[in-house]
């Protein structure tokens, strides 16, 4: 079973809409990340959480919001998708240490009309 | 800013060495990584180094420079498999982790 899992992996969705994308892992880890990737752009760090109680923006936080459900759990919403939020979203997890290495998720394909 | 750079493209031959090149200005620096990623899929680990010098695991090697705001990635026998992005990121003086945009590496018969 993998470590890391996302659900959905693909979603066409509608602009104005409102979407979540959810996050799953079983690697016992604290920190969980979202990031987005755009073609010939590197990771863009969106929202990261280093416990349950702990939320920080990233990078390009306008736009998303998150929630920790859970030590395992970690969502990701877009609460009125636009057409620039078109991108593969990652979820990342790692462990406490600040330079331990990150674990993604396979990824979920957005495509907002 | 910050600015992690790499080649966009490369292209190899299989049974070949490539090295994969990473040059970065960031503020402060705690680390470097490098994760291979295949079209449509998820990033994976690949090497870090925090140290100079390099550090040879396998195939693939990873060489570090600190003075030089330089890394490269060494692939060698390569093989069809190996066809993939390749990410460079570096931790910056806030444990951030800063990516630069991946160099895909395509693998010819």
């Known amino acids: 079973d993998a470590d890391v899992t996302q659900t959905p992996r693909n979603r066409i969705t509608k602009t104005g809409k409102r979407i979540m994308l959810e996050c799953s892992q079983t690697k016992g880890h604290d920190r969980m990340y979202w990031y987005r990737q755009d073609p010939g752009l590197g990771l863009r760090l969106i929202y990261y959480s280093f416990d349950v109680k702990d939320i920080n923006k990233g990078e390009i936080s306008d736009g998303y919001s998150v929630s920790r459900q859970a030590q395992a759990k970690f969502s990701l919403s877009l609460e009125s998708a636009i057409p620039n939020q078109t991108a593969l979203y990652f979820c990342a997890t790692s462990g406490m240490a600040d330079t331990d290495t990150q674990y993604f998720g396979p990824g979920t394909r957005l495509t907002v009309l | 800013g910050q600015n992690i750079d790499q080649p966009t493209e490369m292209t190899a031959t299989e049974g070949a060495i490539v090295q994969i090149n990473c040059t970065y200005q960031t503020s402060g620096f705690n680390g470097l990584f490098w994760y291979q990623q295949h079209a449509g899929e998820a990033p994976t680990f690949l090497s870090y180094n925090v140290l100079d010098g390099l550090e040879e695991k396998g195939r693939f090697s990873s060489f570090l420079s600190r003075s030089k705001g330089y890394s490269y990635l060494l692939l060698k026998e390569l093989q069809m498999k190996d066809s993939a992005s390749y990410l460079c990121?570096?931790?910056?003086?806030?444990?951030?982790?800063?990516w630069g945009a991946g160099t895909k590496l395509i693998i010819k018969p």
């Open positions: 990121a570096v931790v910056d003086s806030n444990y951030q982790l800063i």
